[in-house]
């Protein structure tokens, strides 16, 4: 998944170049300091330039159409680039799993907190009225610990809502598999096999159990079809609501970890 921008920026920076032709990078230098990097993405498909920020690593890309030269590229990109910047700026950075940090468990805040001496690997209680997940063991071993568990408690909370929206449908998933993507929420191969990405458990309930819901709505209709829609709704309701939640915030669960 990846986050368009309108590019509509009538600013130019005073100086740029194209630093790496053979990587497909364009170097862009600010007259004040900062300094961007442009990815260039070309493509068969594309009918005109359009500037996007991957969601996963916060990285600049620069669609192309085959035809356009370099230079026209590297023109567009150093006109947007105030735009860029101010977006890239702006853009909250990456949550590291450390003590003190704070991570979403079903959209409710969790605060990491390090537990040396305790037993149990990783634990979540409630203290002063604030939920907290504890780890034990060695602190270079945090990090992955609360990688893993999310990732159990993730398999926990998506395989039983999945197989229960495909049993409504009268159908069964041929496996259910639990992945770190970073471009898909969910998804349904023709084998009935039913993959989601272990992020959702950052996610509130609700849009968990919307993206189990339309995976497993996709083991009868392989495609976003009225149909398939409206089986969308008889297992969950409103759909567009936490679809669009989905749209708005998911590329922020990208940040965890
Ligand atoms: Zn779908």
């Not at 929420?185 to 959702?200: A, D, E, K, V, Y």
Request: net charge positive; proline share 6%.
């Amino acid at each position: 998944m990846v986050n368009q921008i309108a590019c509509e920026d009538p600013e130019q920076w005073d100086r740029c170049f194209l630093a790496d032709l053979h990587s497909n990078k364009i170097l862009i230098q600010a007259p004040d300091g900062p300094q961007l990097v442009v990815a260039l993405r070309f493509s068969k498909r594309a009918k005109r330039m359009s500037l996007q920020i991957e969601t996963a690593g916060n990285n600049a890309v620069l669609v192309v159409p085959d035809e356009v030269p370099v230079g026209e590229a590297e023109r567009f990109a150093c006109h947007h680039a105030g735009w860029l910047a101010r977006n890239l700026a702006c853009r909250p950075g990456p949550v590291a799993f450390e003590p003190g940090a704070e991570t979403p468990i079903l959209g409710v805040p969790h605060r990491i907190q390090h537990c040396p001496e305790g037993r149990g690997g990783v634990w979540v209680d409630s203290k002063n009225n604030s939920d907290v997940i504890s780890v034990s063991g060695a602190p270079n071993h945090l990090a992955r610990r609360v990688t893993d568990w999310l990732r159990r408690r993730a398999r926990d909370e998506i395989t039983p809502r999945a197989r229960t929206h495909a049993h409504r449908l009268n159908r069964a998933a041929a496996r259910i598999s639990i992945r770190d993507t970073t471009s898909r929420w969910g998804s349904c191969s023709s084998r009935g096999i039913l993959s989601f990405s272990w992020r959702l458990v950052l996610a509130p309930e609700r849009v968990l159990n919307y993206v189990c819901a339309h995976e497993a709505a996709h083991l009868v209709e392989m495609n976003h079809s009225p149909v398939f829609w409206r089986l969308v709704e008889e297992l969950v309701g409103d759909w567009q609501e936490p679809r669009t939640w989905l749209r708005l915030n998911g590329a922020k669960l990208h940040r965890y970890g």
